[in-house]
């Protein structure tokens, strides 16, 4: 059984959160939802009464925020925890030639402690008092805003950590994500109670099997392979869609939270979004935006729609749930994979078979459906109109990351997608690649370039091993660690997101404002300096640099 809601009359739905949210006492959404009650929930929602009695229904913008500074703090769940396995100084260091990338390197492992949190006990002796969920271990924050565990980010984060030597620390963070699953049946976007209502990319096996990948750890293995596949099973469960193209039927995921009511954390940025609709309509667009939310891609010009199925609307016209995402099915087509080579470790040689045959099934539906032959890439899925939306994205690139296409073949793959990149004239674009050509407005679309998607295109296109491809890879792997080095040098941080078009400089759009820390950046960063700049792989790196 799965628990997919949240039932707390304060963190995720009611009058009390609708009255806060509407007053808009704080700028960011956020801020209040991650709140700690100064009693426990009942008097929170008792004194809310009297405030509703006293006021007639209608209590000012001000007597709403003396409510919330009567009944609220902002800080306290979480402390600073210094991680055991912390080395400032982990062997891959040594192994990079360039003394600038060298030294960058060496500052992105110092960033490590910073980020490092632990849930206080309070939390889990008074969960009803907080939106946190208590996770058992230490773990790595994003950074800024995001104070808490969160899913995909996680599988970067982890990368870096194994670079760095902190398997501990990542032993760590998978078992917080296995306990999830074990009490919700499925790992939510983040550990909050109002991220209850979805989940992320499913990377979870993914991340296990970095781990198990550097540190040999079967018996580790062994005691969670259930949890693991559990998780799976949940997505194959629960997200999948029958769908249609050129009249034969094709089942495959897209991501679709099934809860109606606004995001929490965004409650008044979704109620305006959704305000132009009737209740039942209103209903089906919070679901698209959670849906969106659940892709991490949130908002992106990927899941908007016009009547004619292009990009040229809004928010308001979000529709995740009909879009059947290229990354989304790589990512579970190589999760299975992953499945099947963790049964063989572990000597189960009927489940090793039987996960292999579930991926190999779901690549064979991502190369006829989202295949496009001609154009040499892949399309995310229409499901509603029945076509393919050919439109530039970098999870366009993510089956050559996740190898979910034929790599007997992956010289032709790599040069058709070598070209079809540099066909859309993504070559220009020295701060990195953009997440879009779309200026939407919003933070997944142009010009914002994010880690996770220049490590799979990048990697990706490296693995095929085709020369065109290789050298793309290596011009992006180079311009991104170059941007970063020169966003760290002007502003001493690292941002969660960059600018394709001005190298160095931070992303914006979206809803909040851009956040630095930050976990996924130093991951990719490490991860590109660890496959582009190590010893063998460095030839020429200075006279390359730009
Ligand atoms: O508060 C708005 C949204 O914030 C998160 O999304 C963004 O940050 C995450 C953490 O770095 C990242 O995983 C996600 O891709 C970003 O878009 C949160 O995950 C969303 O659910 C939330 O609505």
């Known amino acids: 059984d799965t628990i997919q809601s949240c039932e707390s009359l304060i963190y995720c739905q009611g009058k009390l959160l609708d009255t806060v949210q509407k007053a808009r006492v704080f700028d960011d959404s956020k801020t209040f939802v991650d709140m700690i009650q100064r009693n426990p929930a009942n008097v929170t ?18 007597e709403v925020t003396q409510f919330v500074t009567d009944n609220f703090v902002s800080e306290g769940e979480l402390e600073d925890w210094s991680p055991a396995d912390y080395k400032n100084n982990p062997k891959f260091l040594k192994k990079i030639e360039d003394i600038v990338v060298r030294d960058f390197a060496r500052t992105l492992v110092s960033i490590w402690p910073s980020l490092a949190r632990k849930v206080k006990p309070e939390v889990t002796d008074n969960p009803d008092r907080h939106s946190l969920i208590p996770v058992p271990n230490g773990f790595m924050v994003p950074g800024g805003r995001f104070k808490e565990l969160y899913y995909w980010d996680s599988y970067w984060i982890i990368k870096g950590l194994l670079l760095s030597e902190m398997t501990d620390t990542a032993r760590g963070m998978l078992e917080n994500f296995l306990s ?50 559990s998780e799976l099973k949940w997505w194959l469960n629960n997200r999948v869609i029958d769908i249609e193209r050129d009249g034969v039927k094709y089942t495959l ?56 199925g292009g990009t040229n609307s809004n928010l308001t016209h979000v529709e995740a749930k009909r879009v059947i995402p290229v990354d989304l099915n790589s ?20 489940k090793a078979i039987q996960w292999l045959e579930k991926s190999s099934s779901w690549q ?106 290789a050298k793309i890879a290596e011009t992006f792997a180079r311009r991104w660690v170059d941007a970063n080095i020169r966003g760290y040098n002007s502003d001493k941080v690292m941002f969660e997101k960059y600018d394709a078009v001005h190298s160095g400089q931070y992303g ?13 950046s130093n991951g990719v960063a490490l991860s590109l300096i660890n496959n582009f700049y190590v010893e063998g792989d460095n030839k020429s790196s200075k006279a390359r640099r730009r």
């Open 180 to 229: 999830l699953v074990q009490r919700f049946g499925f790992v939510p976007n983040g550990s909050r109670i109002y991220y209850l209502n979805r989940s992320q990319p499913p990377l979870l096996s993914l991340m296990a099997g970095l781990y198990v990948e550097a540190t040999k750890d079967v018996d580790w293995l062994e005691k969670n392979i259930d949890t693991l596949e």
């Open 45 to 62: 929602l008792a004194n809310f009464e009297n405030l509703m009695d006293s006021t007639d229904d209608h209590p000012t913008d001000e």
């Open 364 to 469: 064979k539906s991502i190369e006829l459906v989202l295949y496009d032959r001609t154009d040499g890439i892949w399309y995310d899925y229409d499901s509603a109109l029945q076509q393919p939306r050919k439109l530039f994205f970098p999870s366009n690139f993510a089956p050559l990351w996740a190898g979910s296409y034929d790599v007997s073949l992956s010289d032709e793959y790599g040069s058709r997608a070598a070209r079809y990149f540099t066909d859309t004239g993504i070559m220009d674009y020295t701060g990195g690649i953009p997440t879009s050509l779309d200026q939407s407005g919003e933070q997944w679309d142009y010009p914002n370039a994010w880690p996770p998607l220049q490590e799979i295109v990048v990697l990706g296109l490296k693995q095929t091993g085709n020369e065109e491809a």
């Open 508 to 520: 914006g759009g979206g809803e909040y404002t851009v956040q630095s820390g930050f976990g996924w």
């Open 253 to 308: 995921a897209h991501y679709a939270s099934e809860s109606g009511t606004p995001r929490p954390e965004s409650y008044y940025e979704d109620i305006r979004t959704c305000a132009v609709y009737g209740e039942e309509e209103k209903e089906n667009c919070y679901q698209n935006l959670k849906s969106g939310a659940e892709s991490g891609w949130d908002f992106s010009s990927r899941w908007i729609f016009d009547p004619k």
């Open 331 to 350: 990512y579970l087509c190589k999760a299975f994979k992953q499945l099947s080579v963790f049964y063989e470790l572990l000597g189960d040689a009927d």
